[in-house]
């Protein structure tokens, strides 16, 4: 996922699929996207916490992620399912195909995307393959959480000065560690939060592995993510400030878009 060892990449996998049990965003995106089936593409499924719903619901969907280790959760959850497939895929490099009724970017996907490309430049390709991929007529859902900051700035309200655990557990093999965020810093003139993501694992058999990746992520402010959406060809149908469906305010720190592409 961020080119670490295969070992870090499966506990990794098996961490998210342990402690992302979040429910709400999902509940919320079924609610948006109504209860006739309809076809649906979600780019960067992971491990299916949200495309395994949606195929419950009586949608007909399909999924890609370049996790190998994600998509393998996939399997046991979709158990009986007939109308879900998923594959692997690089969602920059790769096509989405096309013929879909609703493409989801959920997930907060725009704000963790994987990729050489610069990223901005990735930001605005997934909205053009999303809008490639649908239907005339068809719906982007975009979840958007731009790491705390305030998504109707043109800058972010803050930078993250603190260490922070985001996974700490034993996978399905015994190895036990962590991943944490260092503090990092934000370039108002390149709009990048840049960072260090470490990994630290004592595995079953004793030995340490300790894995310092650099990363960085693009803040998108709203007026930029508006502009992406309008050259693709989108009109905004739905917006809203969280997944619980509260009204928009210049202190929403995410936004929730249903936008639609022209007939």
């Known amino acids: 996922?961020?080119?670490?060892?295969?070992?870090?990449?499966?506990?990794?996998?098996?961490?998210?699929?342990?402690?992302?049990?979040?429910?709400?965003?999902?509940?919320?995106?079924?609610?948006?996207?109504?209860?006739?089936?309809?076809?649906?593409?979600?780019?960067?499924?992971?491990?299916?916490?949200?495309?395994?719903?949606?195929?419950?619901?009586?949608?007909?969907?399909?999924?890609?992620?370049?996790?190998?280790?994600?998509?393998?959760?996939?399997?046991?959850?979709?158990?009986?399912?007939?109308?879900?497939?998923?594959?692997?895929?690089?969602?920059?490099?790769?096509?989405?195909?096309?013929?879909?009724?609703?493409?989801?970017?959920?997930?907060?996907?725009?704000?963790?995307?994987?990729?050489?490309?610069?990223?901005?430049k990735a930001q605005e390709l997934f909205i053009k393959k999303a809008a490639s991929a649908l239907n005339h007529g068809g719906y982007v859902y975009i979840d958007y959480r731009p790491g705390g900051h305030r998504v109707t700035q043109k800058e972010p309200s803050s930078t993250d000065d603190r260490d922070r655990v985001v996974f700490d557990g034993t996978d399905s093999d015994g190895n036990h560690g962590r991943m944490v965020i260092l503090a990092g810093s934000y370039d108002a003139e390149t709009q990048m939060n840049s960072f260090t993501r470490r990994f630290e694992l004592t595995l079953k058999t004793g030995e340490a592995i300790r894995k310092d990746i650099p990363c960085q992520k693009h803040f998108a402010p709203l007026e930029q993510l508006h502009g992406w959406l309008a050259d693709a060809?989108?009109?905004?149908?739905?917006?809203?400030?969280?997944?619980?469906?509260?009204?928009?305010?210049?202190?929403?720190?995410?936004v929730v878009i249903y936008a639609r592409k022209a007939e």
């Open 233 to 254: 060809g989108f009109a905004i149908g739905r917006e809203y400030g969280d997944c619980n469906g509260n009204p928009l305010t210049d202190d929403s720190r995410s």
């Open 1 to 120: 996922m961020f080119n670490e060892k295969a070992i870090i990449s499966k506990w990794s996998a098996d961490m998210y699929d342990q402690e992302e049990t979040e429910t709400n965003d999902v509940d919320f995106l079924l609610s948006v996207v109504g209860n006739a089936p309809k076809r649906i593409l979600e780019a960067c499924c992971g491990s299916g916490r949200i495309l395994v719903p949606l195929a419950k619901a009586g949608h007909t969907v399909f999924g890609f992620d370049a996790d190998e280790f994600m998509l393998a959760k996939i399997q046991r959850k979709a158990a009986g399912l007939a109308n879900i497939t998923w594959q692997a895929a690089d969602a920059v490099h790769d096509d989405w195909g096309a013929g879909y009724d609703v493409v989801v970017l959920a997930g907060n996907i725009l704000y963790n995307i994987v990729s050489d490309m610069d990223y901005a």
